[in-house]
């Protein structure tokens, strides 16, 4: 992965006659001690970076759920991202602007346009997205200046990723209180909503009005979020961008399975499994775990049915309605999956249908229709991106229009990339949609934007804003966005700078996701 580490020296602005501020805005007190941030550029933001929201998780903190922070005396300066957690190098496109990684990570970021304490806005708190094996807070597109200006606060915070983050064994089962082991970056992201919810009014917030929102894996960490009895009655609105805890294909492993799996793969890399042996090792030894050894296949080390952050598979709770039941918008991008091939035949298609279904390869056919060559690529590119993604958080927003109780609205976003220096031209890939949900086009390195993008953006913005505000994405500036459900017709809204909402005509696809899989993984 191609990573910029810089540190970022920031200067914190004093406030002048001429400011939006009071003198003394860029100070504020938490429950840890008082802290001092800065004010943005245009005298609209205030910004408070690198906030510690629990306690370094090291030595004998390593695998344990997070602990609370230490008090510090004096004014702790908060003007810059703190260490990102430990990670390997994943992704290319991820380029970070903090001053590199460290198992001491959790911290959290806070971008207010608030002019005082009793402004009473409503917060969004964003959980990013690596496969729960790279990602953090620090990168441009992610920043949360922009989207602040429509009103709302921003919090983001850094979670434990990958082995230091969901790692199971049955020595750190049987030590836990609760007899559980792994979640320990999903427990943080709890953390960190909790912090939000004891700390956000001091910032102008109202912790009454937290919307959590993620992308990829933050998508599934919302969704995880929702069916944990630990977090789900710290927030009111939930928004989930490709992706959700319902993969049928890669679903959350039971706890005995992974304490079985896990040390077997530790063992085989680093040479050893006992619990004391991996706490004493450094942050960077263990991180060799993460890196496949020759011969052994890598592991994930993702979320699991822990017994604890979650009782029972998400699917189950959300079947059971035990689920926070809160309004729900969620959705996916046209091209998720692989967009690298270029050519493929009708025929070749029904020979990978055949390959893949047998018997129920004309179902499939009939879901995935293609009669030219050109359709037969739109459709296995389809295929690709529902088996990816798309598929996990259809269930998801099923699940939650069964038993949620609440409003879910369902977007497909389509409008194409101009392309940069990591993607091509002319699709709507996987996480495309980040920069223009914060505002942070101008982030994505080798972009030309064109002024149908600065719409788009807008437009994504408004609608996610107005849902943070009042649980509808609507606002009379906008088109009519209709709430998911059968009764309505399924609409879907089909994000591009002219938005429309349609009847959905790709349930069949899903219909027959569900009914093949399901019963293959029975």
Known sequence: MRVILRSVAVVCLVATSSSLFASDATKVKTDKGKIQGYISKDNQIRVFKGIPYAAPPVGQLRWKPPQPAAKWHGTRQTTSFGN??????????????????????????????????????????????????????????????????????????????????????????????????????????????????????????????????????????????????????????????????????????????????????????????????????????????????????????????????LPESVPAIYAAGKQAHVPLLAGWNADEGDVSQKTLTVAEFGETAQKKFGANADKFLAAYSATTDEEALRAAKDFAGDMFIADSTWRWLEAHVATGGQPVYRYHFEWPSPGDKFHPAGTAFHSDDIEYVFGALDSRQGAVWRPEDRKMSEIIQSYWTNFAKTGDPNGSDLPKWPAYNAADGWQVMHLTPAPEARPDTQRSRYEFLDQQLVKSSE
Request: proline share 6%; hydrophobic share 40%; with cysteine.
């Open 84 to 309: 990102r957690c430990m990670q390997p190098a994943v992704f290319d496109d991820m380029i970070f602007h903090d001053p590199g990684q460290s198992e001491d990570c959790l911290t959290l970021n806070v971008w207010t346009p608030a002019k005082d304490k009793d402004a009473k806005l409503p917060v969004m708190v964003w959980i990013y997205g690596g496969g729960f094996t790279g990602g953090t807070t620090s990168e441009a597109r992610q920043d949360g200046e922009n989207l602040a200006h429509k009103g709302v606060i921003v919090v983001s915070m850094n979670y434990r990723l990958n082995i230091f983050g969901f790692f199971v064994h049955p020595e750190l089962t049987a030590e836990s209180p609760q007899h559980a082991s792994g979640n320990y970056g999903l427990m943080d992201q709890t953390a960190a909503i909790k912090w939000v919810h004891d700390n956000i009014k001091e910032f102008g917030g109202d912790p009454n009005q937290v919307t959590i929102f993620g992308e990829s894996a933050g998508s599934f960490s919302v969704s995880a979020q929702m069916a944990s009895p630990l977090a789900k009655d710290l927030f009111q609105r939930a928004i989930g961008e490709s992706g959700g805890a319902f993969s049928l294909t890669h679903p959350f492993a039971p706890r005995e399975e992974r304490e079985q799996r896990d040390p077997e793969v530790v063992g085989k890399i680093l040479g050893f499994t006992k619990l004391a042996d991996l706490r004493a090792l450094s942050a960077d030894q263990l991180q060799k775990a993460t890196i496949p050894a020759p011969g052994v296949s890598p592991e994930h080390f993702s979320a699991d049915i822990d017994g604890y952050f």
